[in-house]
């Protein structure tokens, strides 16, 4: 089969499309023909060698987590799933013809394999925040850099919950947010005023990194009413940084509930031929991704 790998750590041209073994499930796994995989930050960063602490990597290695595809090959002690079935999840080497997964759920019915890849990782991510940063209904929640694939899944997420939530994106996703019910303003100088302009702010989330911790903290009035997901400077300024992922079946089993009553959609930005991996990761890389980028198989 195909498959993108890297045989070393650095920029988008490590990555190669390769002829690679067929994987095989191992016991309580599935393999999927691949569809599509989700394109996430975390694969930029594993490729960088950036976080090999939380993603151990054997080089050479392949790219990727999120997958959906029509199930091929069922492992030991799997009960519930078939061949045929269309289904989407979490794996490994997901940039490839063939993956393994290790969590997956049926795909909604409606839901193109492309849309499907972007929901995983992303979903996973903004549960586990909204469970950390313990915002309740009828509270507000700040969520910095809510346009991407993460802030798309929380924004959503909250007006299900009945909370109120302020969004900071670019000029070009300001009606982005506002169609997702957020009070939307944009980031860069002066951004604390018109935040306190749309209101007061119980909790706050940091999802881009770009330094804005303090002034979370000052937002919030408390440094345990933040959470960042891309900030390592986190205990710095008593601020949580969340990175280990809870239970992505039980992500999934709510993705899958949230989409069918319509009441979550993550857009694909982008989809890009399994050869054009590299291309997928400098747009990623960019930072300015409305949803999500996709692979497609
Ligand atoms: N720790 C974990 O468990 C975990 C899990 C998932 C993701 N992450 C990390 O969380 C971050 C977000 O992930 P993602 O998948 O949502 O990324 P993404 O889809 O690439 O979205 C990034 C968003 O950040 C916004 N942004 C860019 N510059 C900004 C700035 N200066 N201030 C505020 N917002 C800004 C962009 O908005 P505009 O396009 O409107 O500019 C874009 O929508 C990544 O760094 C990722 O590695 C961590």
């Given at each position: 089969m195909k498959r993108v790998s890297f045989a070393e750590f650095g920029g988008p041209d490590v990555l190669h499309l390769e002829d690679a073994e067929d994987p095989h499930a191992g016991p309580g796994q599935i393999r999927v023909a691949v569809r599509a995989a989700g394109v996430n930050p975390v694969d930029w960063r594993v490729r960088?060698?950036?976080?090999?602490?939380?993603?151990?990597?054997?080089?050479p290695a392949g790219v990727g987590?999120?997958?959906a595809?029509?199930?091929?090959?069922?492992g030991?002690?799997?009960?519930?799933?078939?061949?045929?079935?269309?289904?989407?999840?979490?794996?490994?080497?997901a940039y490839a013809e063939f993956a393994v997964l290790s969590a997956w759920a049926r795909m909604p019915e409606g839901l193109t394999f492309e849309e499907a890849a972007g929901y995983p990782s992303v979903v996973e991510t903004a549960l586990r925040i909204l469970r950390e940063v313990g915002v309740r209904p009828g509270q507000t929640l700040l969520v910095s850099g809510a346009s991407g694939g993460v802030g798309s899944a929380?924004?959503?997420?909250?007006?299900?919950?009945?909370?109120?939530?302020?969004g900071t994106a670019g000029a070009a996703n300001q009606d982005y947010l506002?169609?997702?019910g957020a009070r939307a303003t944009t980031y860069g100088e002066g951004w604390v005023e018109r935040v306190r302009r749309l209101g007061d702010v119980d909790a706050a989330l940091d999802l881009a990194g770009s330094g804005v911790l303090r002034d979370l903290v000052e937002l919030t009035g408390d440094p345990g009413k933040v959470v960042s997901i891309a900030d390592l400077a986190a205990p710095e300024f008593g601020v949580r940084f969340s990175g280990v992922a809870g239970s992505v079946p039980d992500a999934l089993a709510e993705a899958v509930d949230l989409i069918a009553r319509g009441k979550l959609h993550i857009p694909v930005a982008k989809s890009y031929p399994l050869a054009e991996a590299a291309a997928a990761h400098i747009d990623s890389q960019a930072g300015h991704t409305r949803g999500r980028r996709v692979i497609v198989v």
């Open positions: 960088e060698g950036q976080i090999l602490g939380a993603h151990p990597v054997t080089l987590l999120d997958a595809g029509v199930v091929d090959e069922v030991a002690g799997v009960d519930g799933v078939e061949v045929g079935d269309r289904v989407f999840g979490e794996g490994a080497s929380v924004l959503q997420i909250a007006r299900e919950r009945g909370i109120t939530v302020i506002r169609g997702l």
